[in-house]
Every structure is written in C-alpha cells, then in structure tokens.
C-alpha cells in the first residue's frame, strides 16, 4: 500500500506513473483542495480534476491543464454577455462542474462525487481530497489577501507572496480514508508529489491528523522535490520561494518537510544532492517526467528508494 | 405602445416581426414563465430564451429551439460521466443558463437580468418575464401530475392531458411594467401571439392583475390563433385539445380567451374565419409565418386590424 499526496500538474504527473505501476488496491491518492473555489455558482476543484484527467489520460499535456479535445463555446458566449472570463471554463470540463456542484448542493460528499467522476472517466485507482470540508488557501501579498484563484490565475503569481493561511483547515476532518492507509501496517511508503509543497501540499498537511500521520508512520517517507536547476518545472514554487527569501531547491524542500519525511527525491544538478539535511536524505535522479513513461519512470525509482529503506 | 404576449416558438416569431416593425420603446413583450425549471442547479428559462434568441436573429431556425452554430461538448461529457441526459443544454447555451443562475441566487430579478442578456444579445427591445417570481406549469395527466419539462421534454408530450396548474401563480406578482403598459393610455393593442393557450399563454393570465388588466384594457385586443387546418404549426397545442375534448382550431382559442381579446386572428382554411363567437370576431390571415418577413407580414396584419378597431 502507498500513500501518495498531490497537487497540481506535476503531482499529477507522478500519480500517474505510481498508477500504472500499482493495482487500485494499492493507491490512495490524497489531493489538496486548498485551490478549490466557488466560480459563477460553480464548485471548481482543479487539482482533483488535473489528477483525474491525468489518471484517465484525458489531460491537456500541451496546454498543460484542462481536457484534451476540449472546446470553448461556453467561453466566448460567457464574453458576448459581459460574464467574467478570467478563469477558464472548457465545454467538457464544465459538465464536472455543474454535476459535483449539483451533487454537493444535495449533500453528497466530495470524495464520493471525485470516485464516481474518476469511474466514469475510466480511472480504477483511488483519488481522495484529503477533507470533504473546505480548505481554502489564502495568499497574503503585498496587495493585501487574495484568494488562491485570485493570485495564481487573475493576478498570474504576480504579487509580492508574503505569506499563506489555510482558511477551514483547522476545522477540518481529513479524509477517513487517508488516516487509516497512514496507519495501515500494510503501508510501504508514503510519496510527497513534485507539486508545489506551499500552495499545494501545505494545505493537505494543514489539516488536523494529517501531518501527525505522516510524522509517525512506519513507512520510509519520500518528497520529491520539484525543483530542476532552481526553477519549478512548472508553477510559481520558485518565484514564491524566493519571495520568501529561500533558495529554490531540494535544501528548503528538506527543511519544509523536516520531520515528515525521510528522503527527500531531488535532480540530478541539485546542489544538495547527495546532502544530509537534518535528518533528511537527498537522493538524486533525473526528476524530469517526460511523457507517461518519465512518469513511470521516475515513480519506480521512488518507490524504490522507499523499498531499500524499508526494515 | 403595444404590449405583446407569447410563449415558446410561434409566439417569438410573431414578437420578432413586432419587434421589426416598432421602435424599442414602442413595444413590450411579456414572456411565460410557467416553462421554467431547475436542471442541474440551473435556472432555466425556456421561453424567454427564445423569445431573446428569436430576436437577436441567434435562434435556430432547422431545430426551432436554441441558439445556432451550438456545440454539444457540454453533453457529450454530462452523457459519459452518467448525468441526466433527457434536457439537451448546448455549450454556448449554458453560458446564460449559469450567468443568470448566479445573478439570481445573488437576488436580482429576472427582470433585470432578462434585460441583461437581451442587451448584451443585440435586443433593443423590451423583453420581460410576466413576474420576478416562480410559476411552474404542472400538467395533469393520466400518468399523474407531471412538471412541465417532464411532460413537454422528458414525456415528449405523450402522456393524455387531463388539465394543468400553475403553481405560484396565485402568489406571484405581476411584471409592473406588464401592468402599466396594459393601463396606459396610450396603449394601442394587445397582441397575443400564436403561442399554446393552455401551455404558454394561460400561465401569464394566471399571475394576478393580468388578467383583469387585458379584461379592461381601452385598446384593441388581438389574439393570434396557432392553429392552421387543425394542427398547430409546432407543438402540442392540437394534441392536447383533441384529448381536453375540444376541436383545434380559432373557435377553441377564441372560447379560451372569452372576455380578453375583441379579435382572434385565425388562418385562412380555419372554419371559424369570418365568424363572430360570443363577442370575438374572427379575422383571416394567412398566419404561416415563414422566415422574417413573413413575421413581419403577419405582424403588419395584426397591427394593421388593431387600427381598425380603434375608437
């Protein structure tokens, strides 16, 4: 059993890869929903929907988020009646949209609508939010407070990153499903997803059980880092860190998940490669997903580097 | 001034040759909103989206609903992740669907969002819901109750129309500007357009003062009847009053609208044209309305005949 948590693209990426090497049974992937928001009446959940279509090979790998194939007529009507088009809404991607929505507002939770939207979409592995109650990420800027979507997609990352608060979290009960793989004695390794450890995977800890999980499990704990050559593969993870007077690379990698994980997974040009941080081992590869099988790649070697600290 | 009701196809055929013949401020047409629905979380509006499509010349005229040049991405995606499938709602569609579900939930009157859409759409002209507040057609049937949509859509009209009801009609309040314009002096015509009595127009005359306001309007009063050789052009209108017992055609209208209207328009073959029933007299016309100039021949005829009604 391996627990993975996930964000964005690039944990995606690495989900994906841990998917085609695992049978169902032997996934639980855990995602962030700090990004989720309310649009136009609309309960959106990107990282969820990136994992998914991923998972079912229905990314956008050129366009790098959405659904392939996907068309914008909603888009361009919602301009012609003066809607707000900041924040784009496929054609394909909007049917998720309004059933979860329609779903959620019927009491159902979010992690039974994510199981049945990845069935319907051909994905047989687990994808959890790591809460059914709502996280929701806060940047603090020099602009003032803004909302995640606010910052990463109105403002494009552009303001001063000063700080984030994880509005919801303290009162939020993780996911039953997440404690209990973190507790399983079957549990074998736990893999942190390249994905941006702030705005990403911050959330997932911030919510109360999680990060106490993670601290105790039994299982060798890896974090690859998302970091090559200093800059993020993609995202903003490097302008934050920089912002906040880090230096991008597997170091603060180590040292924001210091005492969660064992190793943490960085490039092979990394600085700290090789290093000892704390109590953190780097271990170096070429983190660089190419296509699925980059993906598949890398995944193998990370739970192998879990299995040679297994006992 | 003239103020115009209709319903679905056939009445915004008729409000669109009005609308080609008379200034913005010189007409109101006051749309049912007995159609109207929620569909997965949406608010739905049928026949004022017709109305608005048939106006600003978006309408397709090869299906006779929706707008033209639609995609159905939208519902490809809902029909594979296992939604309901039995409304078509088209990409470019949604996008007032979503807009004006917001803006509701937000408080505003359909009204003002009516006009929203209608300005933002090209339509200079005065479309209006007959109220802000919920009317919902139910249709009685031998299979039971039945919502609108369901009988109309889902049913495709086959259950036997027993009768119908317009819940909330009683509690609703009329459009103001509905109210003024049918007690303002300058009033020169009614016109109520081709549209189903039973479906589209009785739900308008249903709301409170509307009724009363036509039954004493100074101006002449015209209704156009949808029936030609005994079939109603589109719709069930012909269906369902063979199965109500009663014979389609102008004689059925101008009994429907006893009391409400100084002339019914019927078409040149209905057996009742030249007639006088009760206090209604019967005028034909050829009122096959087709592609926009026929409209607006249709609607020069109408107005042409209120003309010759006036005092």
């Not at 549990?187 to 105790?216: D, F, K, M, Q, W």
């Amino acid at each position: 059993m391996i627990v993975a948590l996930a964000g964005g693209v690039g944990g995606a990426r690495l989900a994906n890869g841990l998917a085609k090497l695992l049978a169902p049974e032997d996934l639980i992937i855990a995602v962030n929903v700090g990004d989720d928001f309310s649009h136009l009446g609309l309960s959106i959940c990107p990282d969820i929907d990136t994992v998914t279509y991923t998972l079912a090979g229905l990314n956008d790998e050129q366009r790098g988020w959405g659904i392939r194939n996907e068309t914008w007529s909603f888009m361009a009507t919602l301009r012609q009646l003066g809607g707000p088009d900041w924040f784009a809404l496929g054609d394909r991607d909007l049917a998720k949209h309004v059933l979860r929505t329609e779903r959620l507002r019927a009491g159902e939770s979010l992690t039974a609508i994510t199981r049945d939207i990845a069935r319907a979409s051909g994905v047989a592995h687990v994808i959890i939010p790591v809460s059914d109650d709502p996280v929701r990420s806060i940047i603090q800027t020099d602009e003032g407070d803004l909302s995640f979507q606010d910052y990463f997609v109105r403002r494009r990352c552009e303001p001063l990153f000063g700080g984030i608060r994880y509005d919801g979290a303290a009162a939020a009960t993780a996911n039953p499903q997440l404690l209990a793989a973190l507790a399983n004695p079957a549990l074998e390794a736990v893999v942190i997803c390249p994905s941006n450890p702030i705005l990403s995977i911050g959330p997932i800890l911030a919510v109360p059980g999680v990060e106490e999980s993670l601290r105790t499990a039994r299982a060798p704990r890896i974090a690859v880092s998302p970091f090559i050559a200093g800059e993020a593969v993609k995202g903003p993870a490097a302008k934050i860190m920089r912002e906040l007077g880090q230096s991008p690379g597997a170091g603060a990698i180590a040292e924001y998940y210091a005492g969660l994980v064992d190793v943490v997974v960085c490039d092979e040009r990394d600085p700290a490669a090789g290093r000892v941080i704390g109590e953190v081992r780097m271990i170096a590869m070429d983190t660089l997903m190419q296509g699925p099988a980059g993906q598949q790649r890398l995944a193998r070697e990370c739970l192998a580097a879990a299995a040679s600290l297994r006992r």
